[in-house]
Nanobody, 125 residues
Framework: VQLQASGGGLVQAGGSLRLSCAAS????????MGWFRQAPGKEREFVAG????????YYAISVKGRFSISRDSAKSTVYLQMNSLKPDDTAVYHC???????????????????WGQGTLVTVSS
């Protein structure tokens, strides 16, 4: 069971980055995949999620309209396209995968079963 995140880097405010999360093993059969982030000195927060059954997506208010989550089922990969980046988006981004536990759009880290290593996104002003 592995989730491999990549794509982080340094970008100027207003720029774009695309993160990737490649799944393998049992994580491929999970019901939902999501992205979380954790900035220095702050708690981890939900960013975006996508359901495997119907492809429905959902977002944190802070990123809605700027970020887009998508998937390539053939490659078992989930992407996070991040546009109009702001310095406040600076964080370590983690991908996660989970099984259905009662909420169709889980936003809490405790509702996810598998986690990848983080990828650092730094947005300069």
């Amino acid at each position: 069971v592995q989730l491999q995140a990549s794509g982080g880097g340094l970008v100027q405010a207003g720029g774009s980055l695309r993160l990737s999360c490649a799944a393998s093993g049992r994580s491929v059969s999970t019901d939902v995949m999501g992205w979380f982030r954790q900035a220095p000195g702050k708690e981890r927060e939900f960013v975006a999620g996508i359901r495997r059954s119907d492809g429905n997506t959902y977002y944190a208010i802070s990123v809605k309209g700027r970020f887009s989550i998508s998937r390539d089922s053939a490659k078992s990969t989930v992407y996070l396209q991040m546009n109009s980046l702001k310095p406040d988006d600076t964080a370590v981004y983690h991908c996660a995968a989970g099984y259905y536990r009662g909420r169709y759009y889980p936003r809490s880290g405790s509702e996810y079963d598998y986690w990848g290593q983080g990828t650092l996104v730094t947005v300069s002003s």
